[in-house]
């Protein structure tokens, strides 16, 4: 597939990974922003060839791994009702609420759907008039756009029986959070492509400023990433902090200014409660008061919903970058897809799911990290590419 085979070369991987040996002198540690990096990194063994001391932390980039726990209790009480239609993209559907997930609500007899585009919801809502049709509307700055188009077309064409259960999120919030933790490890950023070419790079100069870290923002093919790796080690060698655009063939500075207008008239910014993380300020959004009518949380009066998390899941430290999936004791035992405790483990972009596809059942042995030998980045480049499983309708971004 063009741009895709150009973006996976081995040659050039390891001419890549050559030049970030080249240039290491110190040990880094680096956070990938989001879910789809993190796939491709473990998928394609990068983390593994990197020069001793480059360390990679998956950060929370997975829009379904951070969705709080009461979102998803509010959806699952909702979904539960006789008078409506839930409809959601597949990878929430085996998300845990406190004790059941949407699969179980859909064999307990209500009616879930999964759909590929909120527009589906809307046109579910014009055929079924005398049923409430909900649209679960979770990401990042990506999905976001869409979700405020549906719900404008909803009020243009007067469906009064569509909603929208909003947990949107934005990334740029987050990064502050996680600089400003006290256990924080992270010495640059490589940013979500796709975040950017929404919301271009304008709110990350003040970030790195403020933080003195460099912020490199990359795409999700092996060249991508190593590209992004190796400018942002590149600003840490020589004591450098600013933003980078590693990925101009997507993101420019200003971003999209037409889906920026969208959600500025649709949505507001709010404070948001992320799974694992906890309340980061500014850091979400919720539908305006010109469009309050077709939210879900308001229209069904959702309360008094009661969270209760496992207490052997440790997603949240998961998704904090503390700890990596397979420190997690459940970890392939007690947790798998089949059987997830966190949202981690069930969906297509978290960082659980990425160690059990690709088999990264344990912590690396001396003798697999000796595997970061020059050949080694030609063979992992061509080799890990070869497969990668199909998709369900998802939440990506």
Not at 83 to 108: A, N, T, W, Y
Not at 174 to 185: E, G, K, V
């Amino acid at each position: 597939m063009k741009y895709l085979d150009e973006f996976s070369d081995p040659v050039l991987a390891k001419r890549l990974f050559d030049d970030i040996r080249a240039i290491t002198t110190k040990p880094w540690s680096l956070m990938e922003v989001c879910g789809g990096q993190t796939h491709s990194i473990i998928r394609h063994g990068i983390d593994q060839l990197l020069p001793d001391g480059i360390r990679l932390i998956h950060g929370p980039g997975c829009p379904v791994c951070v969705t709080p726990l009461e979102i998803i209790d509010k959806a699952l009480e909702i979904a539960s009702r006789p008078d409506v239609i839930f409809c959601s993209f597949g990878d929430m559907l085996r998300v845990p609420g406190s004790g059941r997930d949407l699969f179980q609500v859909k064999s307990e007899g209500a009616d879930v759907r999964v759909v590929y585009s909120p527009l589906d919801a809307l046109r579910i809502a014009q055929e079924n008039p005398e049923k409430q049709v909900v649209f679960f509307g979770i990401g990042f700055e990506t999905t976001a756009p869409p979700n405020a188009m549906t719900v404008y077309q909803a009020k243009k064409l007067a469906i009064p029986n569509f909603s929208l259960l909003v947990s949107h999120v934005r990334v740029p919030p987050a990064i502050d959070a996680i600089m400003n933790s006290p256990d924080c490890q992270v010495q640059a950023f490589l940013a979500a492509g796709h975040v950017c070419t929404v919301m271009g790079t304008r709110e990350y100069p003040a970030l790195a400023d403020r933080h003195n870290v460099p912020i490199v923002v990359t795409g999700f093919e092996p060249l991508d990433i190593l590209e992004g790796i190796r400018r942002a080690v590149r600003q840490l060698e020589n004591g450098e902090h600013t933003v980078e655009n590693a990925y101009p063939r997507a993101v420019n500075e200003q971003g999209s200014p037409a889906a920026q207008a969208m959600l500025a008239d649709v949505f507001e910014v709010t404070d948001r409660s992320w799974r694992g993380i906890g309340m980061i300020p500014q850091s979400g959004w919720r539908l305006s008061p010109t469009y309050r009518e077709y939210d879900a949380e308001h229209r069904f009066s959702v309360t008094g919903i009661e969270t209760e998390e496992s207490t052997v899941c440790r997603s949240g430290e998961v998704l904090q970058g503390l700890i990596k999936p397979h420190e997690c004791a459940a970890f392939g035992k007690e947790c798998t897809p089949r059987n997830p405790l966190g949202a981690t483990m069930v969906s297509s972009e978290g960082a659980c799911a990425a160690y059990y596809l690709y088999r990264r059942l344990e912590a690396p042995t001396a003798n697999a990290q000796a595997a970061n030998a020059p050949d080694a980045s030609t063979q992992a480049a061509s080799a890990q590419a070869a497969n990668a499983p199909a998709k369900e309708a998802s939440s990506v971004g």
